[in-house]
């Protein structure tokens, strides 16, 4: 791939077609106030995004969810956590379905807090990575550093929820929930995953041993695409992050570079609603844009990291999509990102309520990228 320049980048955000403005309601009305935008702009924005991109859930919480620790092993990590596991049940017109959400806590060090902050991760890659033994440890999910610093750290295999084949939806969640018709808005693969980090929030808001007021959900890839549209719908996570999620996660379309609408729907044709397939080529047609999908997540916590290899995700429309959403914060009480100007590598930003890095090398979640996500935490912890 051709490397991005390492050092301070600038914008050109006049090369590229006008964004759509994430302050004006479809009538032309200007919002201008946090009230506007909690009745009207911010519901309006969630529709446009089921209605194109996302797709509609037919269920929110179960009426009949399950949550059931299964397994309580105290004295995990040289005596520095307890691992929980817990099966999360639930049952639809389609059969029933099962998560299982692997939980650890801190139960000592300097940093220990309780009921402690936590890490929610998406895991898009093998189970191996989350091995819930510790026998095989993974910078895709450190969780061993994570206790360390006084988080718990929690996950759950995001195929477990649904496949990630195009498999015309006859399996997991959509499957069990679907009943037997489609339509051009019926959710995608990328919402059901989403779904199911609510799920694990369900949980985490009932175990005493977590701050459910402190949350964070994280994702990687199409992993970041899943917690940016969880984040973005439901207000219970503190902080959202997206690592390296390019077209349809945190990179604006319009002027994107690499993975476009057309490339990301014809390889992944089951990640979204079949209507997103209509803006192929003409993503100036779309009346949002990611960076309205980061302001979503207003007033709360959201953040961005980059790959400076990572051509495909485009990098720059990454970084816009903060620069965009940064009014929104503002009208909100918020600062944003704070900046204008592309950081150079390894060099993030922290001060506002969104954060940004930059990290050198290709498209990965690495131990520099969770040290700087939880720097983020540890400033905006209190």
Not at 134 to 145: D, I, L, T, V
Not at 229 to 253: C, M
Request: charged share 25%.
């Amino acid at each position: 791939m051709k490397k991005m320049a390492e050092g301070t980048g600038k914008m050109h955000h006049d090369q590229r077609p006008a964004l759509p403005d994430p302050l004006v309601i479809s009538s032309g009305e200007r919002v201008t106030s946090p009230g506007m935008w909690t009745r009207k702009r911010r519901p309006e924005l969630l529709e446009l995004f089921r209605a194109n991109i996302y797709g509609r859930a037919p269920v929110g919480r179960p009426a009949d969810l399950r949550l059931e620790v299964t397994s309580l092993t105290p004295g995990m990590m040289g005596g520095r956590a307890t691992r929980k596991q817990v099966a999360l049940t639930y049952e639809g017109p389609g059969g029933k379905g099962r998560m299982d959400l692997l939980l650890f806590v801190p139960t000592s060090g300097a940093k220990a807090k309780r009921p402690a902050p936590t890490f929610l991760f998406l895991c898009n890659r093998s189970p191996e990575n989350i091995d819930p033994t510790r026998e095989r440890k993974s910078a895709f999910w450190p969780a061993e550093q994570i206790i360390a610093r006084g988080y718990a750290a929690a996950t759950f295999y995001l195929p477990q929820v649904a496949p990630d084949r195009h498999d015309g939806f006859k399996n997991g969640v959509h499957a069990i929930f679907d009943g037997r018709r489609r339509s051009n808005d019926s959710w995608g693969t990328i919402a059901a995953w989403a779904w199911g980090a609510s799920r694990a929030m369900d949980y985490l808001g009932t175990d005493p041993n977590i701050d459910a007021r402190r949350v964070a959900v994280v994702g990687h890839s199409r992993g970041g695409k899943a917690a940016l549209w969880a984040g973005a719908q439901d207000e219970r996570f503190w902080l959202v992050v997206s690592n390296n999620s390019g077209s349809t996660g945190a990179a604006v379309a319009r002027g994107k570079k690499g993975e476009t609408i057309a490339l990301i729907n014809k390889n992944f044709p089951h990640w979204f609603c079949e209507n997103y397939k209509r803006y192929g080529g003409r993503e100036s047609e779309l009346p949002i844009d990611q960076h309205d999908l980061i302001a979503l997540i207003a007033p709360r916590l959201a953040y961005v990291a980059s790959a400076s290899e990572d051509d495909w995700a485009d990098p720059a429309s990454e970084f816009l999509s903060c620069v965009k959403a940064e009014p929104v914060f503002r009208l909100l009480g918020r600062k944003g990102l704070g900046v204008q100007e592309m950081p150079g590598a390894q060099k993030p930003l922290h001060a506002g309520s969104i954060g940004y890095h930059l990290r050198t090398g290709r498209h990965d979640l690495r131990l520099y990228d969770w040290n700087r996500f939880m720097d983020f935490a540890d400033r905006h912890l209190h």
